[in-house]
């Protein structure tokens, strides 16, 4: 089983601009989610959403956007990217919300803003 | 500071030996998770602990928390080296909608042949 598959692995850019980290999970799980993850500072939630056509904030939303068309795929745009940017990003699925059911994620997408 | 805070923040033992870490919390939850990350690798699942119980066993992982002391602790038996690695606790908290998980920073984990 492929799981939670996030592309592309490595991505380098220049500040300004724009890209879409794409996540795609073959597990008909509803609930999606975007975290950023920096040195000592963990795992933080930027998107989420519950189910195709539904989205929310997470704690640190700004400067990205997400949409859900699909169950099975939620990417995520960064607009203008900027140096505080630079982190890694993972993907993660399950069932219902996190709160009852374990998180499957993807391996991550290292992304650095010059 | 964030909701899921481990302690310590490193850990260095001999394989063979325990190892314990320990996750403290902020507010009222309805379940508390353990995962794991290799390095350079996303997050995998180790076990799960709901806020009305005390103690939960997977293999050689103990998982224990005190709702009273806001605390929970991870134990790993007999580590090996394959055990190297972070190891993070992420809360679900009751005063959110339910449908996000907060993570603690992390505790990493080296286990020296």
């Known amino acids: 089983n492929a799981g939670v598959t996030q592309t592309p692995k490595f991505q380098v850019l220049k500040t300004g601009q724009s890209m879409t980290l794409q996540c795609a999970q073959d597990?008909?799980?509803?609930?999606m989610s975007w975290y950023r993850q920096d040195p000592g500072m963990g795992l933080r939630l930027i998107h989420y959403s519950v189910g195709a056509g539904i989205t929310d904030q997470g704690e640190v939303p700004n400067g990205y956007n997400v949409s859900r068309s699909t169950t099975e795929d939620f990417p995520l745009r960064l607009l203008s990217a900027a140096p505080s940017q630079t982190s890694v990003y993972f993907c993660?699925?399950?069932?219902?919300?996190?709160?009852?059911?374990?998180?499957?994620f993807g391996a991550g997408t290292r992304l650095s803003v010059l | 500071s964030q909701q899921g805070e481990e302690d310590p923040q490193a850990l260095s033992i001999q394989e063979g030996e325990n190892a314990t870490m320990n996750c403290s919390y902020k507010?009222?939850?309805?379940?508390l998770q353990w995962y794991r990350q290799n390095s350079g690798r996303g997050l995998v699942h180790l076990i799960l602990i709901r806020s009305n119980e005390r103690e939960k066993h997977s293999g050689r992982l103990r998982v224990t928390l005190d709702t009273s002391k806001k605390s929970s602790s991870l134990l790993i038996t007999a580590s090996r080296a394959a055990d190297t690695a972070s190891y993070f606790c992420?809360?679900?908290?009751?005063?959110?909608?339910?449908?996000?998980?907060?993570f603690g920073e992390g505790t990493q984990l080296t286990v020296n042949p």
């Open positions: 597990m008909n799980h509803e609930y």
């Open positions: 507010t009222s939850i309805n379940n």
């Open positions: 992420a809360t679900d908290a009751r005063e959110t909608s339910g449908s996000r998980l907060t």
């Open positions: 993660a699925s399950s069932l219902a919300g996190p709160a009852k059911n374990i998180q499957y």
